[in-house]
């Protein structure tokens, strides 16, 4: 720092310039002032205030509340497609089998339709359909069930019926179910409750193609 003296024989005269002597002690001092600001303002420069945050977080909760949705109904359409397909491998399974075993009919239940890797076919394991949808999934969100049956006067089982149905309200929009003329019906949109039997499986609508 420096300090301008005037002469005192009057204006005009040249300006003399002194330097201002300071101690140690002013020194550290003003050297402790300087580093203080400094400090300040880099704080000041660094993290987001309480307002800005609240206001990230409650856009993240707009988009999440419009997009999780939408992804939820996307999964459950694709979890029932995934779940049509699979009944109609089942049906054609069972047809294979009563074609295979015209002794035995139709299987009493879902799985001699399978059978484990490396599969023989016999009558306990046909190996005509995966062995993870024989064993009754789940799969794709759905369980899947099969019961065949003799009619009456038969010796054989003649008829099945075979069942998919959502493992919660979540994972799919309905049930289905098939009968032994292979035609693939549907619970009401929104109903996911197991078809019951046979005659409640005969009772539905086929699906639309």
Not at 157 to 163: G, K, L, M, R, S
Request: aromatic share 6%.
């Amino acid at each position: 720092m420096v300090t301008a003296v005037i002469d005192p024989a009057g204006p005009g005269w040249p300006v003399k310039c002194d330097k201002i002597r300071m101690s140690p002690e002013e020194k550290v001092r003003n050297r402790r002032i300087a580093t203080g600001a400094r400090l300040n303002f880099m704080t000041k420069q660094k993290g987001f205030s309480l307002i800005e945050l609240l206001i990230v977080v409650a856009i993240i909760l707009i988009i999440a509340a419009i997009a999780i949705p939408n992804l939820m109904r996307a999964r459950m359409a694709a979890n029932d497609s995934s779940a049509a397909g699979s009944m109609h491998a089942i049906a054609v399974a069972e047809a294979g089998y009563f074609g295979a075993y015209q002794t035995v009919g139709f299987p009493a239940t879902l799985s001699p339709l399978g059978g484990a890797s490396p599969c023989t076919p016999g009558v306990a394991t046909a190996c005509l359909i995966d062995q993870s949808l024989a064993s009754g999934g789940p799969k794709s969100g759905y369980s899947f069930a099969a019961t065949g049956s003799a009619g009456a006067g038969s010796a054989i089982n003649n008829q099945f019926y075979a069942t998919a149905t959502p493992t919660s309200d979540l994972t799919g929009t309905r049930a289905y179910c098939a009968a032994d003329d292979l035609v693939l019906r549907l619970q009401p949109s929104g109903n996911t409750t197991m078809v019951a039997s046979y005659a409640a499986c005969w009772a539905l609508s086929p699906e639309s193609n």
